[in-house]
């Protein structure tokens, strides 16, 4: 059990890195699940669709997203 722990946290760590895009595509998993497209209209403002599905029925919410760097941090972003 230890000698796997130590394998995966080696593997685990290396250097992760951020992407880059401006049109993503993705699902959802879990009790409302569904898709979901997220699409940047410049650097700062996204347009986000979410299409799920619960309660026997449908979900379709919009957002409309401001990206800013956290914390002073490039490549950490938080949203509102």
Do not use: P
């Amino acid at each position: 059990m230890k000698t796997i722990l130590v394998v995966l946290s080696l593997c685990l760590s290396t250097v992760l890195f951020g992407q880059d895009y401006q049109t993503a595509v993705g699902v959802r998993g879990g009790f409302g699940y569904g898709v979901t497209v997220k699409h940047f209209i410049n650097s700062q403002d996204a347009l986000e669709g979410i299409l799920s599905s619960r309660w026997q029925g449908l979900l379709v919410t919009g957002l409309y997203e401001r990206h800013a760097d956290a914390f002073n941090t490039k490549g950490l972003f938080w949203f509102y």
